[in-house]
């Protein structure tokens, strides 16, 4: 599979033999589906409370006289039927949202991804991405020279100026292969790729 090798100016300079294990697979989209779901329901934390009737603040005394008003019976305002009333089966903090994946599934839809990725032109490669300084401007002026609005960076190494001057800007992500993720690759418009992270990626996904 060849990619395109882009220059500082985001132009396509030559092309790049990516590998075809990685880069060249069909696509699955019930798969990615899956892991793409799973990997947002893994990120949920359990900690939305509902209160059942034991719970809600309530008067123990009976609303109204049992017999007489026409009224169905009732026996005190906590019941589930009344407004303000307790849930009967309530979210409990303690809910559990998570979803297995299995290895072998999970690299074949991170491959998948890629592959899509590179056939709709939003997968490039670059030599490398470095500042000289951790200053936000220095890598969003690189980045408007390139004509890149909303971009995921995937790098064989973030070093601290890399961090720091992309911590910052609202549409940039930079990341090492290892947190390359499902739900970042489908969002940004542009994935660049740097050359040592190809072979990192190859190792993990191929």
Not at 104 to 122: E, N
Request: hydrophobic share 40%; net charge positive.
């Amino acid at each position: 599979m060849q990619l395109e090798l882009l220059n500082e100016q985001g132009q396509a300079s030559s092309k790049f033999d990516a590998p075809e294990t990685v880069f060249g697979r069909e696509y699955n989209e019930a798969l990615v589906h899956q892991i793409v779901v799973a990997f947002q329901a893994n990120a949920r934390q359990g900690t939305r409370a509902q209160k059942d009737r034991e719970q809600v603040k309530h008067s123990t005394k009976k609303p109204f006289r049992q017999k007489g008003t026409g009224r169905a019976r009732a026996g005190m305002t906590s019941s589930p039927l009344w407004r303000g009333g307790g849930r009967i089966f309530p979210n409990m903090p303690d809910e559990n949202f998570t979803q297995k994946i299995n290895k072998k599934m999970y690299r074949a839809g991170m491959a998948s991804i890629f592959s899509q990725l590179a056939r709709d032109g939003r997968l490039a490669v670059v030599d490398s991405l470095t500042v000289d300084s951790p200053k936000t401007k220095q890598l969003a002026d690189k980045f408007k020279k390139m004509n890149l609005q909303s971009v995921m960076v995937i790098a064989d190494e973030v070093d601290e100026n890399l961090y720091l001057a992309s911590r910052n800007l609202a549409n940039v992500l930079i990341v090492e292969p290892r947190y390359a993720d499902p739900v970042s690759l489908v969002h940004y418009k542009k994935v660049l790729v740097t050359k040592g992270a190809i072979d990192k990626l190859k190792e993990m996904f191929a």
